[in-house]
């Protein structure tokens, strides 16, 4: 029986008033959201161009803004992250799941699905290695953007130790979904450890896990590039010219995600998507046609369009700060100065930020909106160009032309470090980290003449189950000279691998002393088995040893600025943040004792083919019909005859110069082939004889 409709009316109001009010209430406590798109520019001392993006997406993340919709920020980064369940909003709403239990009920279903409680995680696609001794390594950018090759993948959870594994064996499997890579292969525990000392910001449960082998292609870009409100058709991001990044001589794209509950520094609380692509680029040498006589020490002139193959047609409309950047370091300063010193155009001119727009130098096309300079004697300059100065049909192409040629050398870190294996063979080996002293060590021992100076260097090693490490043999060399590890090993934690259930792990916190030169530690290993089906595809290319991940903790790599107005660029925040120096080292290739895997085919192979021709034969006699075969032999034969009989009675019929007569019956047929029938055994009989005779008279005479 059907409900008049002046029942159904005031029923359906009462069935919609739980989603109404939820709405209003979400209404109401909904925060904005914030996104930032910048691009940091600078020239390189090996005549490159280092191109630096810098993507901030933020959003609130409050007890009062469960189950929201996001306007800016991606969904599927936002359910990786740890949220206020069901008692932070049962809390805040008791009034409105009291009335309505079901839509109570619905909204824990929502919040407790495929939630991994993560405090911090951070996930980067890299090509090529970073050159610590042109590109520099004591920056902000070296610091926390130069990564190692292949993928590199921690995260820090906020859940009890017992649920870790399982924490990050779904978010691999997550990511790998996400960004169409092979990241679920670090789901295996031989794959990742558990450092204390390497990341001194991580605090919790902290997993850390590497695939230097993974190659990294558009399929890997496109999805990162998902992740933006305008992706790569606006703003900034139109810059990625995909060719262009692809054959660069290095390119690492990065994911730091963020969850802060409670700040300490008032900032309020939320979830903070930081993507970095950071690409290291030739620029065409447009100064070819030049007549300087040390032109080949001239940088090479360059802009937007001429790297990447195009220009900035306007600001991603989303994005609340929109600025491009270039930053000339603190070596190319100082050349700066000492070429504006003894240049005669310049030399009434003040020094001061304000000068460096117009220098003796290089020429920029665009005017810049401001400079910043850094403080401290030897400083840096950045200049700054906000994309919302430029009308929308005015395309904004910054380039920079040398006029003089400059020579200047990046900041570098205390020390260089490198590895590489020693020893031959199969069966044992060595590995070994190298560290060299560089300019920076040399300062401060001018600067502490007198005092006993020392620098802590932290070295995190993680090497696979199958190089199995004997870590009682760990040597170390101090100015090539053996010395007792006592004296420099601070503290020191091991964790030995287990086969094909965990990794080697060992920590170090060494202490040198400022004089120091060079430093080399070395270790033994044996190299292990794998079962047949362990082995890659290409298992005699040899198998991967992870960089190991050096740090400084004393030295903090940040810039500092006159202007505090910048703060509000996450950018420059970035930079101005102080962090400890990281340097990664070298990925090892160790070749293993490697199967014939052409054994196995070859096996298969012959007894295939045994097996082929035993029931090839099998079936053969049980499948043939002997009587039936002779009989289809008997009539071949017959037909043979016929045939010939029949060429050889044209051939008499020639012969004798009479006409071949027709034959009109089967009896009249035999009769008459039988009269003049020639037998084939008589004519080779004649012909074997002639044959003789004739070689008989032949060799007679």
Known sequence: MALPPKVTFPLSLLLLLPLLLL??????????????????LKPLPDRKILAHFHFQNEAPLDADSFARHHHLFPKSISQLGSIYGCSAAASSYWWFFLAYPLVFAAFCAFTLVQKFHIKSMELSFTQGRWNYERWGGFDPIS?????????????????????????????????SGLFCASINFLESSTTYSAPEWA??????????????????????????????????????????????????FYHSQRLHLTMSSAPSDGSRSGIILEQTLTVVLQPNDQNADMNHVSKEKIQPSWSLSSIFGRKISGRCVLAKLSTVYLHADKGLVAQLENLHKNTAQFANNDTGPEDYRVNSGFKLSVTPKRVHTELGKDFSILYEYPIKDYKDTEQFDLGLSWEYPIVWSSPHAPFYASRFLMGSGNERGAIAISLKSTEMTQGLVTNNIGERCKLQVNVLQVVPWYVKVYYHTLQLLVDERPRVLTDFVAKMRVSPSEDKVSPGM???????????????????????????????????????????????????????????????????????????????????????????????????TITCTVFALYFGSLVNVLRRRVGEEERLLKNKDASKAVFLRRVLTKLSAKLRGRPLESTKSPSSSSSSSSSFFVSPKLILRVLLVAGIAIAWQYYSQ
């Open 199 to 248: 990341f001194q910001s991580a605090l919790g449960s902290l997993r850390y896990g590497t695939l230097p082998r993974e190659a990294v292609c558009t399929e890997n870009l496109t999805p990162w590039l998902k992740l933006l409100p305008c992706r790569d058709k606006a703003g900034l991001s139109s810059l990625m010219d995909r060719p262009s990044i692809y054959r660069s």
């Open 143 to 175: 610091s926390h953007n130069a990564k190692p090759p292949g993928v590199e993948l921690w995260a820090v959870f906020d859940v009890p130790s017992h649920q870790v594994d399982a924490s990050w064996k779904n978010l691999t499997h997550t990511l």
């Open 23 to 40: 709405s209003l209430v979400l209404a109401t406590t909904t925060q904005q959201e914030e996104f930032s798109e910048e691009l940091l």
């Open 506 to 604: 060992m920590e170090l916190v060494l202490q040198f002393p400022c004089e120091m030169k060079s430093a080399v530690l070395s270790i033994e290993f044996d190299k292990g088995f794998l079962h047949i089906d362990e082995y890659p595809p290409d298992a005699n290319q040899g198998f991967d040893i992870p960089s190991a991940i050096i740090s400084f903790p004393d030295f903090s790599a940040g810039l500092q600025f006159y202007d505090k107005s910048q703060s509000k660029s996450p950018l420059l925040s970035k930079l101005q943040e102080k962090s400890p120096v990281l340097s990664y080292t070298e990925v090892l290739l160790v070749p293993l004792t490697t199967p014939d895997f052409s054994m196995p085919y070859n096996v298969i």
